[in-house]
């Protein structure tokens, strides 16, 4: 079994037992939802996605598309004109609360919905238009063509009444400029994407990859519009609890009402996770529980000490009929998938290999866990020292 996917099946099944939470109920169309769905993603810097789980299980995208949305009209408008339309500060409130500048009726971040309505106005056209234009960013996001649930459309249309109010509130501070139905409208659409928790990871990717698609190889975005996206989703992107989550968890992330997360391990992997039951505070307690055990576990708090991450220092020396694979810098979780391609190959060719991991700076127990498991798998053709 593959050593990474048979890590990320522990942590599932470590958290699977949870059972805390409620799905949401105030859009009737995921009132429906299997409360039981679990599943997890990560994309590595070499475009292998590996998922466990319900992974092939759709559901809307609902707020996670807020980023996304982001990062499109930062590379329509400019970053100064989003920031005369929408802040970039914690609200510390619910993300629906209705809280824009006393003088300004600027909404506090885009990540909220207010923030996120104004940010949607932005995107030039009318509702076909705008709509087309966010799908398609959201799918080169996650490296493939993506489609509307109508459904969940129509039932968040239906009982959207306070985002409509969110909306003229906006108009009336001049804040968004348009018919607000047909922006409210387009929101509305941008929510009901149906995605995987696959392209989840791969999103989520493609921003910590620096805005190009780790899959595809194809530039989404510039690294700078990729690198403030980031900076806001770690500070605002889990809402009234993303300062708790900051110390916990160290990745910035961007949660939605249909149970989906993802998180940005910069340079290192685009994480996805999925699971209908919501806290309080409306983010997914398993999927949230998922990813702050993969950055325990594996390393990946943005503030933990680093050298060198997805690409540690790797050469290869073929001697008297075996092949010795010597690292230096720092292996970290991503940069341990690198070395298993690189061990994958040569024991595929039957020669014994020496892992020769002594002149590491730091070598990261996830990462020496991985290479073990290899051990575990071709006990008689590796050898490792550390």
Request: hydrophobic share 45%.
């Amino acid at each position: 079994m593959d050593p990474i996917l048979e890590m990320l099946d522990d942590v599932l099944a470590d958290v699977a037992p949870l059972t805390d939470g409620a799905i949401a109920d105030y859009i009737p169309e995921l009132a429906s939802a299997d409360p039981d769905q679990l599943a997890f993603a990560v994309v590595g810097p070499r475009g292998r996605v590996i998922s466990t789980g319900d992974d092939r299980a759709e559901f809307t995208i609902q707020s996670i598309s807020k980023p996304f949305v982001l990062a499109l009209a930062l590379r329509e408008r400019g970053r100064e004109t989003v920031l005369r339309t929408v802040g970039v500060e914690p609200s510390g409130e619910p993300f629906n609360a209705i809280s824009l500048e006393d003088v300004t009726g600027r909404p506090a971040n885009p990540l909220v919905n207010a923030g996120a309505i104004a940010t949607t106005s932005l995107i030039e056209g009318d509702t076909e238009e705008r709509t087309g234009a966010i799908v398609d960013i959201l799918s080169a996001f996650a490296g493939r063509s993506l489609w509307i649930d109508e459904s969940v459309y129509r039932s968040e249309s239906e009982t959207g009444h306070r985002n409509r109010a969110l909306g003229h509130l906006l108009r009336s501070y001049d804040i968004i400029d348009g018919v607000v139905d047909d922006i409210v409208e387009a929101y509305f659409r941008q929510c009901s994407v149906l995605v995987t928790v696959r392209d989840l990871a791969v999103m989520a990717g493609t921003l910590a990859f620096g805005g190009v698609n780790p899959v595809t190889g194809h530039r989404v975005v510039s690294e700078r519009i990729a690198r403030d996206v980031v900076s806001i989703m770690a500070s605002c992107g889990m809402y009234d609890s993303s300062g708790e989550w900051l110390l916990r968890v160290g990745l910035p992330a961007k949660s939605g009402v249909s149970g989906g997360l993802v998180a940005v391990a910069p340079s290192q992997f685009g994480v996805g996770a999925f699971s209908p039951r919501l806290d309080d505070h409306g983010n997914s307690v398993r999927a949230a529980a998922v990813v702050e055990r993969l950055s325990e576990d594996f390393g990946m708090h943005l503030l933990e000490i680093h050298e060198t991450i997805s690409e540690p220092a790797i050469s290869v020396e073929r001697v008297d009929g075996g092949v010795t694979v010597r690292l230096g810098g720092e292996l970290g979780f991503a940069g341990a998938e690198r070395v298993l391609s690189v061990l994958k190959d040569a024991v595929r060719a039957d020669v014994h290999v020496t892992v020769d991991a002594r002149d590491v700076a730091r070598l990261h127990p996830a990462a020496a866990s991985l290479l073990r498991a290899r051990l575990d798998v071709d006990p008689g053709s590796l050898t490792f020292l550390e």
